[in-house]
């Protein structure tokens, strides 16, 4: 069986020769510069036999959406990258579901049959701003209540009311019972939830180019998913 290359993603169907594996990658055909190069893919093998008669054998090839996941945003190779492309397709195709707290974003993915946690969710989203394609606005924010999976949104005053009645019942209970559970179960009982605001998230206009890349591969990675 032969090794080719379909989308720009190396598929190899069997165990191929120190000097096939060269002609596909290029450069030299040293087994080192070959091991270099193929770990630097992420790519799982494993060797057998000795010297000029050892063979490689391929266990797992990443997507081009994995290769960049992991070369550009730095993200590990024992990622749940089903997950990532499922949360990367909705945000970055979707402007009002990118600027979404997480708990809703996590609410209207498990609707859709993908369960994501919220700090997951935060976690994939991190990565982002790590690399500077997105950013949280720090002037403007969404305002909400949730707690124990129930989210509602808010406006600002209601928000700010929250957190006045949360330091002045803070003040109370630490006076007459000294247990600040009660003010946090009493904001969740008049509020539906605990006051929360999220900044809004930004694209990075400098970094358009690979912004666009990222969301070519993860449309690419998510149609071949649901199209098979």
């Given at each position: 069986?032969?090794?080719?290359?379909?989308?720009?993603?190396?598929?190899?169907s069997k165990d191929v020769t120190i000097s096939e594996i060269a002609a596909i990658l290029g450069g030299s055909s040293k087994r080192q510069a070959i091991k270099r190069k193929?770990?630097?893919?992420?790519?799982?093998?494993?060797?057998?036999?000795r010297g000029s008669k050892a063979t490689f054998k391929i266990e797992k090839i990443p997507s081009p959406f994995q290769e960049f996941c992991m070369d550009d945003l730095k993200f590990s190779k024992n990622t749940d990258f089903e997950k990532l492309r499922n949360l990367y397709y909705y945000c970055l195709n979707d402007e009002l579901f990118m600027a979404k707290p997480d708990e809703e974003k996590a609410m209207l993915l498990e609707d859709k049959g993908k369960h994501i946690s919220r700090q997951t969710i935060a976690g994939y989203e991190r990565k982002l701003f790590d690399v500077y394609f997105y950013s949280k606005s720090?002037?403007?924010?969404?305002?909400?209540?949730?707690?124990d999976g129930n989210y509602r949104t808010a406006e600002h005053e209601e928000?700010?009311?929250?957190w006045h009645d949360?330091?002045?019942?803070?003040?109370?209970?630490?006076?007459?019972?000294?247990?600040?559970?009660y003010v946090c179960a009493r904001i969740k009982l008049k509020y539906g939830g605990f006051p929360r605001k999220q900044g809004i998230i930004q694209a990075?206009?400098?970094e358009m180019p690979q912004i666009r890349k990222l969301i070519a591969l993860t449309n690419e990675s998510f149609e071949k998913a649901y199209s098979e």
């Open positions: 069986m032969k090794i080719f290359h379909k989308g720009g993603n190396m598929a190899i193929l770990e630097r893919r992420h790519i799982l093998y494993s060797i057998q036999g720090d002037t403007e924010f969404i305002y909400y209540f949730a707690s928000y700010l009311e929250a949360y330091w002045e019942w803070k003040e109370q209970t630490k006076k007459e019972l000294g247990n600040l559970r990075n206009a400098i």
